[in-house]
């Protein structure tokens, strides 16, 4: 392992848009493990997010501000660069399913070869929120009725629903 990186500094990264209770979960479990996690935000120049890279700091700062461990920020280009940058010697992942280990298999071989100092540790997702994706919330935000509030809840911590759903009205007017 190259000497500046910290084995007791993880990061985790992701689009968090938006973040979900699975990932507050890992984000949690990870704090516990790590003396230091970074949660990394990507920006993906090709993809069309919900959230603007500053709003997703902003919520998931507010939401993991009781994390003293924990920092949240926002970067491009490879993970794998971002955890070398942060001096992490960690790269911290949630796996949900069978199709999430196999996608993460194949990421952690080319990190490993792309810097082979870094780690990569897994959790896995606690069984309430294994079924939660970003993509499924943003479904139920679009296009669920006069309860999207209340049922955005069960995935979703409390400070991100207001913010999604001013989005989409936004986007209906």
Known sequence: MPHNLDPRHAVYAGSFDPMTLGHVDIITR??????????????????????????????????????????VVCFE????????EREAAVMLRGVRTVSDIETEFTLTLANRTLEPGIETVFLMASEKFSHISSTLIKQIARMGGDATAASLGEFVPKEVIEPMLAKYRKGSE
């Open 30 to 71: 990870g704090a516990r493990v790590f003396d230091r996690l970074t949660v990394g935000i990507g920006i993906n120049p090709d993809k069309e997010p919900l959230f603007t890279p500053d709003e997703r700091v902003d919520l998931m700062s507010r939401v993991l501000s009781k994390l003293p461990n924990v920092d």
């Open 77 to 84: 280009g490879l993970t794998v660069d971002f955890v070398r």
